[in-house]
């Protein structure tokens, strides 16, 4: 039997009906490290949180050091020696960076009102071997977001750990720094403390990690080296969706792809023959949905121009993040004609992307084009009159108005009354299940049918080009090949769509282009036929290259 | 209590509970729209009482002509406060624009204190009264509460039927995803101020028609708004108009039959009772936390 530091017994802990680990057994040996990966909302971060007390856990047990501490309190478990960091790092702003590391009680509330000097002379090692001496005196507040992750774990070492719990330590660090974080975290290793590491950086993973954990839904699904990991099917059902029909491959899933690109546009159907055969498994096949073909037919072409080439949002070189994080790095994208998908791992930028297409967050610098209008410096609801609507995740529907209030909501930038009426009647044809609940309001619904009416409602607008954000996220897996057919719809009314998805495997299907997005740089840019190597998908995906 | 006298302050109860609405209805929309909380509403009402009073006493002009110039002028000064006060400070956190909302209130009193001194102030005409079935209806009653009932019909079918109407419902509702149907977000704040405000401005304008006013007499209008609004439910329109009434209702009728300011206690008590069995309101939705 090994030497296990920490070990948690079927951990459980549910929020309401949400069961957020079930049943987690963890053990981690004596020195290693090891790293714990898993698309969103899998339960890494409640693991953390379970584990070092902040949550309590509905079931289960925690062992460290051999020693019980399931119900001690966080900062008993941090002064037994389980020290953790935090996915958004949260120094004291209005204190110096030697402050900060100062700050941290490492005898409890009986070490009195001096600091004594082994404590200073341990905060002065720990600024010269993790390289901020130089920003000693600087409030933490002004320092990067990487020299903050840095000064995180500065305040965790304070306490002289034996083990640490890291929380995506290298989130929104520029390259450069990340290097210097791993080096520092391979230095202490070296000295002989265990790390357990939540990252969505396989680059990271890969160069660091002695052992490796996947969760998904709440549970451990793999352990391994990374390269066993990574290579195994559960995990990439993981990350990249299951696929619903247990009989289709990638190569089928592609072909599917291809039959419906050629169906809607042709910018991409450069001549690939062997496109016929299995015709099974195409994405308009599935025929359960409220969203059908009736729905091509019957909604009329948006308004404005009328001319048969299609306007194109062109992004150049686009920088943008939130607060001193840089979460795009110099991206470029397009509109095509048909679906352009945009896929990647969580924390990969992809939402952050498609909000700085539409305005919702400011780029940094770059450039974006709609036509031949520059919209770098416009806003949300100023780019609904140029033509281009974003769905947010979840939808983004109005919960207390009803149904048709959000739907004449989507035309409120149309003042032509009956413009207005006469979408909503093409929308109700389009989606017979709103008809009925016209009156409900819209947090009655269910989230297939929200995801529905925040569809109805952005073809109020009378959009030409459709940014989605996930819209099959948390959906039943017969409601996400209806999202798939909303989505084919609004191509064949004459829009163009950009889809950020996390069901790859089933996006790809319908997708005509991709881009694929790690660590908030391109991966991969081409026509979704060119993906032919699921190997190689995922290795994009997880940013090997 | 005689029936004839009973149905005397149910129609006093009705009067109040219709200003009332109008004060919480004001509150509620800014509160629900932006997550402000105004604490220069009171004040706002009082700028209304003086413009009607001071238009009608010292001007001479008639209270057709001076109800809806205070309306107006409310509605401008609204948006004017917000644009140079709120709208800066959006972002940060409610106690700033709490702050700032009480900053408001105190330059508000102030002026009007220096304009027009601390003195109450009454209309120099009575409106007389009629008598309807044993009711005896002063008029000046009356008028404020054909008024104040007008004013929350045409106010809740502008936001029920109109599209500017469901947009600030759609903003209250969800902020974020109102860009997304192209709502100006920052204008919809503005005017959203602005109405507030008017709505304000209308109840302040009413209530020389009945009682004599004073610069603080805002105060106590407002604890009682705030009282109507968390009853109700936070931002919730229909809301503040019920609980509006049941103010009103416990107000007179406390009035009746509690000793003192024996009635201010009872609000507090239904306030308190209904935080703790339904703690988002009346009609209210979801809990902020």
Redesign the interface.
């Known amino acids: 039997m090994s030497d296990y530091i920490l070990e948690t017994a079927d951990l459980r802990k549910t929020f309401g009906e949400l069961v957020a680990n079930d049943g987690i057994s963890l053990g981690v040996e004596r020195g290693e490290v090891h790293g714990i990966i898993g698309p969103n909302g899998s339960g890494k971060s409640t693991f953390f949180n379970t584990v070092t007390g902040f949550l309590e856990p509905n079931g289960g047990t925690v062992r460290f050091e051999g020693e019980d501490v399931t119900n001690l309190g966080p900062d008993e478990i941090a002064r037994a020696g389980l020290g953790r960091t935090f996915q958004i790092a949260s120094p004291f702003t209005d204190l110096t960076v030697r402050e900060n590391l100062l700050s941290v009680y490492t005898a409890g509330l009986g070490s009195g009102l001096r600091i004594p000097d082994e404590k200073r002379a341990r905060a002065q090692n720990i600024l010269e071997q993790l390289e901020i001496e130089h920003i000693a005196e600087h409030e933490a507040s002004d320092i990067s977001g990487g020299q903050q992750q840095l000064l995180e774990l500065g305040r965790i070492l304070m306490l002289d750990p034996s083990c640490i719990m890291l929380d995506e330590p290298t989130a929104g660090v520029n390259p450069a720094l990340q290097a210097r974080i791993i080096d520092h975290l391979q230095g202490l290793n070296d000295e002989g403390r265990t790390f357990v590491i939540i990252e969505h950086d396989m680059s990271v993973i890969s160069g660091l990690t002695d052992r490796v954990s996947v969760l998904n839904q709440g549970q451990i699904v793999m352990q391994g080296d990374f390269d066993s990991v990574t290579s195994d099917e559960r995990v990439r059902e993981a990350y990249l969706g299951e696929t619903t029909d247990p009989d289709a491959g990638l190569d089928d899933t592609l072909e599917g792809s291809r039959s419906a690109s050629d169906a809607t546009a042709d910018t991409v159907a450069d001549g690939s023959p062997e496109t016929a055969g299995s015709g099974g498994t195409s994405a308009t096949s599935g025929g359960t949905s409220a969203a059908n073909a009736s729905a091509s037919a019957q909604l009329s072409v948006p308004t404005g121009d009328t001319d048969s080439r299609q306007k194109q949002l062109v992004a150049d070189n686009i920088v943008t993040g939130y607060g001193n994080h840089t979460v795009i790095e110099d991206v470029s994208v397009e509109s095509h004609e048909g679906i352009t998908c945009i896929f990647g791992p969580n924390g990969s930028g992809k939402s952050t992307l498609l909000k700085a297409l539409?305005g919702?967050v400011p780029v940094w610098s770059g450039s974006i084009r709609y036509g031949d209008t520059d919209i770098t410096q416009s806003?949300?609801?100023k780019n609904?009159?140029y033509g281009m609507?974003?769905?947010?995740q979840d939808g983004?529907?109005?919960?207390?108005?009803t149904v048709k209030?959000?739907l004449?909501?989507?035309g409120?930038?149309v003042n032509d009354r009956s413009v207005r009426r006469d979408r909503l009647d093409d929308v109700l044809a389009a989606f017979p299940a709103l008809e009925e609940k016209l009156d409900a309001d819209g947090?009655s619904l269910s989230g297939g049918q929200q995801m529905m009416l925040s569809f109805g409602?952005?073809m109020?607008?009378g959009s030409e080009l459709f940014l989605l954000d996930e819209p099959s996220a948390g959906l039943a897996p017969s409601l996400v090949d209806d999202v798939f057919e909303m989505t084919e719809t609004l191509v064949n009314q004459g829009a163009q769509v950009i889809l950020v998805e996390q069901n790859v495997r089933e996006a790809l299907r319908i997708a005509d282009h991709v881009y694929i997005l790690a660590q908030g740089q391109l991966q991969f840019e081409g026509p979704a036929q060119e993906l032919l190597n699921e190997d190689e998908l995922v290795e994009l995906y997880l940013g090997l290259e | 209590m005689d029936p004839s006298t009973a149905l005397q302050y149910v129609a006093f109860a009705i009067l109040l509970g219709g200003i009332y609405g109008l004060v919480a209805l004001g509150l509620t929309m800014i509160f629900g729209v932006m997550d402000v909380i105004n604490f220069a509403h009171g004040a706002l009402m009082v700028v209304g009482m003086y413009i009607v009073w001071w238009g009608t006493n010292e001007l001479g002009l008639s209270l057709f002509l001076t109800i809806p110039i205070a309306v107006i002028a409310l509605f401008v000064l609204g948006v004017g406060i917000h644009l140079s006060t709120i709208a800066p400070i959006i972002d940060s956190s409610q106690e700033n624009q709490l702050i700032v909302t009480f900053g408001v209130l105190l330059i508000i009193v102030s002026a009007i204190e220096i304009v027009f001194s601390a003195d109450p102030q009454r209309l120099e005409f009575g409106l007389g009264s009629v008598q309807f079935a044993g009711v005896y209806l002063p008029l000046g009653q009356l008028y404020a509460l054909i008024i104040a009932v007008l004013a929350v019909i045409i106010a809740w079918a502008f936001l029920q039927y109109t599209?500017l109407g469901?947009?600030i419902?759609?903003t209250?509702?969800?902020r974020?995803?109102a860009?997304?149907?192209?709502?100006?977000?920052p204008r919809i704040d503005y005017l959203t101020f602005g109405f507030g405000a008017a709505l304000a401005g209308l109840a302040g304008a009413v209530i020389p028609l009945f009682q004599s006013i004073d610069p603080h007499l805002g105060d106590a209008y407002l604890i009682n708004a705030f009282v109507i609004v968390v009853l109700g439910g936070l931002g919730s329109f229909p809301g503040a108009l019920i609980g509006g009434m049941i103010i009103g209702f416990v107000h007179v009728f406390g009035q009746v039959f509690l000793p003192g300011s024996g009635y201010q206690i009872a609000i507090f008590l239904i306030f308190i009772l209904v935080l703790l069995l339904k703690p988002s309101g009346l009609l209210g939705?979801?809990v902020h936390e």
Do not use: H, K, S
């Open positions: 539409i919702a806003n949300t609801y609904l009159d609507v974003m769905l947010p983004g529907i109005f919960g207390n108005l209030e959000n004449l909501l989507g409120y930038r947090g409602r952005a109020m607008t | 599209q469901r947009a419902r759609g209250a509702d969800n974020d995803a860009q997304y149907v192209g709502i100006n977000v939705g979801d």
